[in-house]
């Protein structure tokens, strides 16, 4: 009894619970605090400090091939600091933002392996964290009816919640079977799963949409190669196709729905005079439609304002409780429901729900009876529209990528071999917006695409050198072996097609720990249950 006391209180043995707890600290912040997940990588620098044994460490990592092809990614950047004309703001913005490549892997690979029931312990903090986010977001949607779809996830960004509900909603069966053969248990990490993913179509976040299709069409394919089945594979090959062409379809339909062309008749829709003798205003070099009708012609704008304050406690110069412009939402929803006078005559057509919808930010009548996730989608196709008829980006977020993808492109293409350099970024992406003469230009903004991201940085030499290192990573470690794994890149891998994640401190910690943690965390929790089992038996 003394020597288990004497064990459990050792310093290797404290040092190792500390690791643990830091590592549990870190997997619990990533969807709930910034501020956690830097206390988080303090905590375990400071541990791995004091514990000691550097010439040992450094001895672990310079044997382990992988980790140092995984840390040479953040040296990528380091080199690039060469050829910027700004490295200062490559050091102080990249640099930190890459660094856990740096500090985490040097920390993970040389520490203590943990055996494997504190391995899927970190896993399920990390679900349950995930899905703390998600209860919280359902207690605001219930209780809080004004609040955006944006706002459900208190604490980091949708964007990147997004990714951890998809990941977390796939980890979770697949660690319940590994640690139990009990049905009912499989069957609620199935039920939470499905609520995760009922939770990321509340966020409408398009690119965890993206995501998803992407993880589902992966593990398709997985189960029609592994598994044995013939009726299993048969029937998930064609729910998949079946699917895929239900969301086509719909996409299409959403698509043509948001405009029909109305050109000819739109020059007798023009009006004068209200009833009341006020005089109509036109914009007509404002193409917007809602539903196909042109939303800033006919207006009297006198008549319209006096209208709305009879009915509203909102003022008709001020915002919506969403927090847009209550003026241009009320234009829009009178369009959408084929109301093309907006004077007070038509403001009195409109119903009590509409006066609310409208106080809510709604800008189509449709959306007050569709799931968020498709007005999401009819709101984006509209901005599609718009885009392709006007070449505005701003009327939604994905047109705004469109023209950040074509002015990042274009700078790519300057200087397409080494790239800007490190900390050039915004510089690179305002010359390309520039050159297109885009609606963005002024901005300083992100490509919102990784790949996009390194050619701008590093050029071709730079996301080639990046992808095989990667790749060399996750084969030497044989990280690839585990479905789970697999589920996080391809998540990853396409949410990086219109987003930057490894840019921001939420996004690089998901996606440097998750790589980390199967390359070499669970790897070791594994080898070591195995040592231990082969020893016992030889005992025996």
């Known amino acids: 009894m003394d020597k288990v006391k004497e064990s459990f209180f050792s310093r290797q043995s404290i040092h190792l619970w500390i690791y643990f707890i830091g590592l549990c600290l870190l997997v619990i912040s990533m969807p709930t605090s910034r501020t956690g997940i830097s206390i988080a990588q303090i905590l375990l620098g400071a541990n791995w400090l004091a514990e000691g044994q550097f010439k040992k460490k450094f001895s672990i990592l310079f044997n382990n091939k992988a980790a140092l092809a995984f840390i040479s990614i953040f040296f990528l950047s380091v080199i690039g600091l060469a050829w910027s004309s700004n490295p ?41 964290s995930v899905l703390l986010v998600s209860f919280i977001g359902l207690f605001l949607q219930l209780y809080y009816t004004n609040i955006g779809f944006r706002d459900l996830t208190l604490f980091a960004s949708h964007l990147y919640v997004s990714i951890m509900l998809i990941m977390a909603a796939f980890f979770l069966p697949w660690l319940v079977k590994q640690i139990s053969d009990k049905k009912y248990w499989f069957f609620i990490s199935i039920l939470l799963s499905i609520w995760m993913i009922i939770f990321l179509l509340m966020l409408r976040s398009l690119s965890g949409l993206i995501s998803l299709f992407f993880v589902m069409a992966f593990l398709t394919v997985y189960v029609i190669i592994y598994n044995k089945s013939i ?146 989608i009819h709101h984006t196709m509209s901005g599609i529209h718009d885009y392709r008829n006007t070449n505005d980006p701003m009327p939604s977020t994905l047109t705004q990528r469109v023209d950040l993808w074509k002015g990042s492109f274009n700078a790519f293409q300057e200087r397409p071999i080494i790239g800007w350099g490190t900390g050039e970024i915004y510089n690179a992406v305002v010359f390309g917006l520039e050159n297109n003469q885009s609606g963005l230009r002024g901005y300083e903004k992100k490509p919102h695409n990784q790949y996009l991201v390194y050619l701008i940085r590093l050029g071709v030499i730079g996301l080639i050198a990046f992808i095989a290192l990667y790749t060399y990573t996750i084969i030497k470690s044989k990280a690839y072996k585990f479905l789970a794994f697999n589920v996080f890149l391809v998540a990853f891998a396409a949410n990086m097609l219109g987003n930057n994640p490894i840019e921001a401190q939420y996004g690089q910690t998901l996606f440097v720990f998750f790589t980390l943690f199967f390359c070499f965390i669970y790897p070791k929790s594994l080898e070591k249950e195995k040592n231990f089992s082969e020893k016992n038996i030889n005992k025996n």
Do not use: C, Q
Request: no cysteine.
């Open 231 to 376: 009726v299993l594979k048969s029937v998930l090959g064609l729910l998949f196709v079946g699917f895929s062409i239900i969301s086509v379809w719909g996409i299409i339909y959403m698509y043509n729905i948001t405009y029909y062309d109305k050109n000819d008749e739109d020059a007798f829709l023009i009006e004068k005079y209200t009833k009341a003798g006020t005089p109509y205003f036109h914009d007509l070099s404002n193409p917007l439609r809602e539903n196909g009708n042109l939303v800033y012609i006919n207006i009297a704008e006198e008549e319209l304002k006096k209208a709305w304050e009879e009915r509203s406690e909102l003022k008709y110069f001020g915002k919506t409780h969403a927090g847009t412009n209550l003026r241009d939402v009320l234009f829009r929803y009178m369009s959408s429901k084929g109301l093309l006078k907006k004077d007070k005559e038509h403001v009195y057509m409109l119903n009590d729900d509409d006066i609310s919808a409208i106080e809510n930010g709604i800008t189509n009548h449709l959306y007050k009876n569709w799931p968020g996730i498709l007005a999401r």
């Open 88 to 128: 200062s703001m490559g050091v102080s913005s990249v640099l930190k933002t890459n660094l856990p490549i740096l500090t985490l892997t040097l920390i993970i690979v040389t520490s203590p392996a943990l055996d494997i029931k504190k391995s899927r312990m970190v896993l399920f903090f990390f679900i349950g």
